[in-house]
């Protein structure tokens, strides 16, 4: 029997922690993925490194397929482009991320535009130089696909938040970093 002489529940503080549960309890994890439903909103602690994060959400969205539908590249490009267009499925989170992760994201995001940019122009100058200086246009050529491939590389590895690995009916599986991961 509940004693009805007993002091009042903090009401206040059940309503604080049963927000953050509800935060907390729409993530679980599963391996080294974290699982959660679409539109899922993430606590707010980095998912990079954990550090705690009192600014605005970032809205990821994704595209996912399964990995088999690469293997219609072999047939041709356009029927793995319209068989991809159409099993693929959207999913959405909306994550923490910390003031340096945000300038980590940031920085990947105008090496991955611009400096890929840059090394195509430069590829182009050289191809349309080659025929008045050989030596030159081959170097710009070599420099401007290197370029590409770099800027390109490590524009997306630095960019990189989360990424999703699986969606399927409305439920993400979604690779984060290591540290947030161990937390949930
Ligand atoms: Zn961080």
């Known amino acids: 029997m509940e004693n009805p002489y007993a002091p009042p529940k903090e009401i206040d503080d059940v309503v ?8 907390q309890n729409v993530l679980s994890r599963e391996g080294n993925l974290i699982v ?5 909103t993430w606590p707010d602690r980095c998912a990079v490194c954990n550090a705690p994060v009192s600014g605005p959400k970032l809205t990821r969205r994704f595209f ?6 690469y293997l219609l590249f072999l047939v041709s490009w356009l029927i793995y482009l319209i068989v991809a267009l159409i099993v693929r499925k959207k999913g959405t989170v909306h994550i923490s991320v910390c003031e340096e ?3 980590r994201r940031t920085a990947g995001i105008l090496i991955a535009s611009l400096g890929t940019a840059l090394s195509l122009i430069l590829l182009i100058a050289g191809a349309v130089m080659s025929d008045s200086n050989g030596a030159v246009a081959g170097a710009m050529v070599l ?3 290197v370029g590409i491939i770099l800027c390109l590389v490590l524009g997306l590895v630095m960019a990189k938040t989360v990424a999703p690995m699986k969606i399927v009916d409305g439920i993400l599986w979604v690779r984060a970093g290591k540290a947030f991961t161990d937390s949930i």
């Not at 604080?16 to 935060?23: G, H, I, M």
């Not at 959660?36 to 899922?40: G, S, T």
């Open 16 to 23: 604080v922690s049963n927000k953050d549960e509800t935060q």
């Open 36 to 40: 959660c439903p679409d539109n899922a």
């Open 64 to 69: 996912w397929h399964p990995s088999w539908i």
């Open 101 to 103: 992760h945000r300038k």
């Open 143 to 145: 420099l401007g696909i």
